[in-house]
């Protein structure tokens, strides 16, 4: 199935051809054109190119106006103002492109892929082995996993990457721990879940620190484990490789209720870059891009100095020749940039690591490792808070673990199903309660700009009213019931009917899908595709109370208003699994 142009580059290349042709050094300027309330599209261009022209801007629109070929999609075009443009297109227009849309069994939608599309790695869902996933986890994972998602939609060949904490001094201290009590990890059953490996890992993990803290002699054991690890020591690796089995059990049980795929070869934790440490410090020291400091291999900026006015370095290896963040990073982008191939380098961190990243970039572009060709990015995101607008905690002050936050949510859209649908059995109340809860939690973040913080109000989340995922999902099931209730009459699209001003508004809306995609994939920006589909949400639900569907007045407008639904159906669905959020078909 081939691309579908959208209206707004159809009406954009009639405006584009009529300017060139009037002003000839103007060929290749943007009309920029965007949506009115004032017509389907107003342009505000002209203005501009007549003040670089030195012409009246009334008179240039007029002229543009005369050369614009109008017809099977243009309808009226006229000038308004000091030289906007106001642009009505024809109901036909509107009805056929969405019919060609509509056509498309790809489900697609006619959205086109990207024409020169690169690789992109993005690293994302970065939890640390034994230890719990907690709140501070989920917008990683959710941004994540969109972005992915819209990336791959546009075309994108994407490496999904999982840096997981997965080395250091405390596994020192596991690893003795559990060498000398080698059943702390053993299982009653070999189908062990999820929360029961996690609970086994935090039972050893309180019990060897316990021990650390009171026992010298343990502790000097426990750092020599942390040399043997370090050295590749085959019997300390295998039993630092338990607890990232152990640990990687859990992490999968939390994404599948996440209803994300995480895939096991795409985790590649901090230790998968261990042989490449001492290389990418020769490399740096040789290049003179790190110098030794008091015995560290340091990397210094103008611009990054400490409250005393004294520079602050960026630490590659300690002076004990131990390794930090900063080396295992840089490890990381020449493995994506030389061996992945990649164009583009994506980390969904939290944005208080910022200076951190922004040294690690700096120093791999002074060691010609990023260039014009690559480009690396933090995709930096906000704190989730509590209703009282303080960082998400529970009433003890602790950090609230994830998977106890998902099923609360699951409880209460559960609670929302069962009062809403009589006619559900548990079971398929259960699954839509999971559908319904996570799909909450995720839109609540997506829908909220990565950079801002946001409040966690599960009563908001899962809401019918407002714009919550919940209102979505609604409308679309809304949408279904209207379809079976139609029985044998089918959706068809009839381009000769004239459109009410709510089926115009709708379908200009569902036009712009390809659009939206286009621009929040390449912003990295899922939150406008949430707000495009809220209010598509919005425009449908005007539509279904001042157009009656099933009751309208002959056989060609029920088709064609079904045309109407289903058009908007498919675009909530494929826009909110692009947010990793079900449709259930039924609520």
Same mark, same amino acid.
């Given at each position: 199935?081939?691309?579908?142009?959208?209206?707004?580059?159809?009406?954009?290349?009639?405006?584009?051809?009529?300017?060139?042709?009037?002003?000839?050094?103007?060929?290749?300027?943007?009309?920029?054109?965007?949506?009115?309330?004032?017509?389907?599209?107003?342009?505000?261009?002209?203005?501009?190119?007549?003040?670089?022209?030195?012409?009246?801007?009334?008179?240039?629109?007029?002229?543009?106006?005369?050369?614009?070929?109008?017809?099977?999609?243009?309808?009226?075009?006229?000038?308004?103002?000091?030289?906007?443009?106001?642009?009505?297109?024809?109901?036909?227009?509107?009805?056929?492109?969405?019919?060609?849309?509509?056509?498309?069994?790809?489900?697609?939608?006619?959205?086109?892929?990207?024409?020169?599309?690169?690789?992109?790695?993005?690293?994302?869902?970065?939890?640390?082995?034994?230890?719990?996933?907690?709140?501070?986890?989920?917008?990683?994972?959710?941004?994540?996993?969109?972005?992915?998602?819209? $990336?791959?939609?546009?075309?994108?060949?994407?490496?999904?990457?999982?840096?997981?904490?997965?080395?250091?001094?405390?596994?020192?201290?596991?690893?003795?721990?559990?060498?000398?009590?080698?059943?702390?990890?053993?299982?009653?059953?070999?189908?062990?879940?999820?929360?029961?490996?996690?609970?086994?890992?935090?039972?050893?993990?309180?019990?060897?620190?316990?021990?650390?803290?009171?026992?010298?002699?343990?502790?000097?054991?426990?750092?020599?484990?942390?040399?043997?690890?370090?050295?590749?020591?085959?019997?300390?690796?295998?039993?630092?490789?338990?607890?990232?089995?152990?640990?990687? #059990?859990?992490?999968?049980?939390?994404?599948?209720?996440?209803?994300?795929? #995480?895939?096991?070869?795409? #985790?590649?934790?901090?230790?998968?870059?261990?042989?490449?440490?001492?290389?990418?410090?020769?490399?740096?020291?040789?290049?003179?891009?790190?110098?030794?400091?008091?015995?560290?291999?340091?990397?210094?900026?103008?611009?990054?100095?400490?409250?005393?006015?004294?520079?602050?370095?960026?630490?590659?290896?300690?002076?004990?020749?131990?390794?930090?963040?900063?080396?295992?990073?840089?490890?990381?982008?020449?493995?994506?940039?030389?061996?992945?191939?990649?164009?583009?380098?994506?980390?969904?961190?939290?944005?208080?690591?910022?200076?951190?990243?922004?040294?690690?970039?700096?120093?791999?572009?002074?060691?010609?490792?990023?260039?014009?060709?690559?480009?690396?990015?933090?995709?930096?995101?906000?704190?989730?808070?509590?209703?009282?607008?303080?960082?998400?905690?529970?009433?003890?002050?602790?950090?609230?673990?994830?998977?106890?936050?998902?099923?609360?949510?699951?409880?209460?859209?559960?609670?929302?199903?069962?009062?809403?649908?009589?006619?559900?059995?548990?079971?398929?109340?259960?699954?839509?309660?999971?559908?319904?809860?996570?799909?909450?939690?995720? +839109?609540?973040?997506?829908?909220?700009?990565?950079?801002?913080?946001?409040?966690?109000?599960?009563?908001?989340?899962?809401? $019918?009213?407002?714009?919550?995922?919940? +209102?979505?999902?609604?409308?679309?099931?809304?949408?279904?019931?209207?379809?079976?209730?139609?029985?044998?009459?089918?959706?068809?699209?009839?381009?000769?009917?004239?459109?009410?001003?709510?089926?115009?508004?709708?379908?200009?809306?569902?036009?712009?899908?390809?659009?939206?995609?286009?621009?929040?994939?390449?912003?990295?920006?899922?939150?406008?595709?949430?707000? +495009?589909?809220?209010?598509?949400?919005?425009? +449908?639900?005007?539509?279904?109370?001042?157009?009656?569907?099933?009751?309208?007045?002959?056989?060609?407008?029920?088709?064609?208003?079904?045309?109407?639904?289903?058009?908007?159906?498919?675009?909530?669905?494929?826009?909110?699994?692009?947010?990793?959020?079900?449709?259930?078909?039924?609520?």
């Amino acid at each position: 199935m081939a691309s579908v142009t959208s209206l707004s580059d159809s009406v954009q290349q009639r405006l584009a051809s009529a300017l060139s042709a009037t002003l000839p050094e103007a060929a290749g300027a943007d009309p920029l054109l965007r949506r009115s309330d004032r017509a389907d599209f107003q342009a505000n261009g002209i203005l501009a190119l007549a003040k670089k022209a030195k012409a009246n801007p009334r008179e240039l629109a007029a002229q543009v106006v005369a050369g614009v070929e109008s017809g099977e999609v243009i309808k009226d075009i006229e000038v308004s103002g000091p030289g906007f443009l106001n642009i009505t297109v024809s109901d036909r227009a509107i009805t056929a492109n969405l019919a060609a849309r509509y056509a498309d069994d790809t489900g697609r939608l006619g959205v086109p892929r990207a024409a020169n599309p690169g690789t992109t790695v993005i690293d994302y869902a970065q939890p640390n082995v034994a230890k719990e996933m907690h709140v501070g986890h989920l917008r990683s994972a959710v941004i994540g996993d969109s972005v992915v998602q819209l $990336l791959e939609f546009a075309g994108e060949s994407v490496v999904r990457r999982h840096h997981i904490g997965d080395w250091g001094t405390q596994f020192g201290m596991l690893i003795q721990y559990l060498d000398e009590h080698p059943h702390e990890l053993d299982h009653k059953d070999s189908q062990v879940s999820g929360e029961e490996a996690m609970s086994n890992l935090d039972r050893l993990y309180k019990a060897a620190r316990k021990l650390f803290d009171s026992d010298e002699e343990f502790k000097t054991r426990a750092r020599r484990r942390v040399v043997d690890l370090q050295a590749g020591d085959p019997k300390t690796l295998a039993m630092w490789q338990r607890f990232v089995d152990e640990s990687k #059990i859990y992490f999968f049980s939390v994404f599948e209720k996440l209803d994300m795929e #995480i895939r096991d070869a795409d #985790i590649v934790g901090e230790s998968g870059y261990n042989d490449m440490l001492a290389e990418t410090c020769r490399l740096l020291e040789e290049s003179g891009v790190a110098v030794r400091s008091e015995g560290a291999l340091c990397v210094f900026f103008d611009d990054v100095k400490g409250p005393d006015g004294n520079p602050v370095p960026l630490i590659v290896q300690k002076s004990d020749g131990g390794y930090g963040y900063a080396a295992t990073d840089l490890s990381a982008i020449r493995d994506r940039v030389f061996n992945l191939k990649a164009n583009t380098l994506l980390y969904v961190v939290d944005a208080r690591q910022a200076l951190h990243f922004r040294m690690v970039f700096e120093t791999a572009r002074r060691a010609g490792w990023l260039n014009e060709d690559v480009e690396a990015q933090q995709l930096a995101f906000g704190t989730v808070l509590g209703k009282d607008g303080k960082p998400f905690k529970t009433r003890a002050g602790e950090t609230i673990r994830l998977v106890d936050l998902l099923d609360e949510a699951i409880d209460r859209a559960s609670a929302v199903v069962r009062e809403k649908s009589q006619d559900l059995s548990e079971e398929e109340i259960a699954e839509r309660g999971a559908q319904v809860g996570v799909g909450a939690v995720k +839109y609540a973040d997506l829908s909220t700009s990565a950079i801002r913080d946001y409040k966690f109000d599960l009563d908001q989340m899962v809401s $019918l009213n407002g714009d919550t995922s919940v +209102y979505l999902q609604y409308a679309y099931a809304r949408i279904q019931s209207i379809l079976r209730k139609a029985g044998e009459v089918r959706p068809a699209a009839h381009p000769e009917l004239e459109l009410a001003p709510a089926e115009r508004a709708l379908g200009l809306h569902a036009d712009a899908f390809a659009e939206t995609v286009r621009e929040a994939a390449a912003e990295y920006a899922p939150h406008k595709l949430a707000a +495009y589909l809220y209010q598509l949400a919005s425009l +449908y639900t005007t539509f279904y109370d001042k157009c009656p569907v099933l009751k309208a007045e002959t056989p060609e407008l029920v088709e064609n208003r079904l045309f109407l639904c289903d058009v908007t159906a498919r675009t909530l669905h494929r826009g909110m699994a692009l947010l990793g959020v079900r449709t259930p078909e039924k609520l």
